[in-house]
């Protein structure tokens, strides 16, 4: 019995000397550290708000300048001539970017308060400006679609103008080659050629009909050039009305969504 308590005892007391001995061989490890801490740059709550506040002016002066760049636009209107409209759909809506970066700028707020009457009649004024700008949007997609439409008329129309008179003009000479005798095909000949140099007519018939061969094929070219060009023309058309009239359809949208998202500006204890 006597053994076993004396083993007993020597098991209990080693976890202690282990300790022990572990906390003598351990190393120091609360060092001085030599390095110098680098300086760190508080940013308090007033940079917080004078950072807004550059936001706030940037705003105000981008939405100043989008006015005036909206007025040299506008200004002189010409409602009734559908080229401007179609022209002026398209520049409102390329310059669609800055007056949203403006009003996004505009309301950037913090937590806090706004306790001055003109800010806060001035927020809720352009709050309403965004929804009727939206609205403007929207209403101009029908006569930016509209003017497409009479646009493409028009420019065939003018087309077939210029071409109806090319082919008076081929039909005359047609009619003139056809009824001129050797003396006249001469001169019609001395007339058409810059130089002044009149060709040798062996055969008469012949070179009308070479003539008559030539200005045929002049007609068909004239023609085909004519129907390239309102191919062209109208490809043109479509691309920029499918751009722009969605482009103020995204406008419209965004414009509106902005209005709604400012309701804490035209309400009060907005949560």
Known sequence: MNEQ???NQETEQSPQALAAGKTKTSPKKNQPNSRKKKQ??????IVTQRSASIMHLVGYGLLLLSLFDFVQIIFPPQLKNPVWEFQTIGQLVERVPVPLLALLFIFYRISGEIIEKKQIYLLRFLSLISLLIGILYLLIIPLGIGNTFRINRAN???IDN?????NQQIEQLQTQIEGAN???LQNFIASLNQQGATPQIDN???FKQQLLTQLE???KSLEQQGQNTKKNQKLALIKNSVKWNLGALVSG???IWMWHLTRWVRVRNYE
């Open 5 to 7: 308590n004396q083993l």
């Open 40 to 45: 760190a740059l508080l940013i308090s709550e």
């Open 156 to 158: 065939n129309r003018q």
């Open 162 to 166: 210029r071409l109806s008179q090319q």
């Open 182 to 184: 050797d003396a006249q």
């Open 204 to 206: 008469t018939e012949e």
């Open 217 to 219: 094929n002049n007609q």
């Open 253 to 255: 949208f965004l414009f």
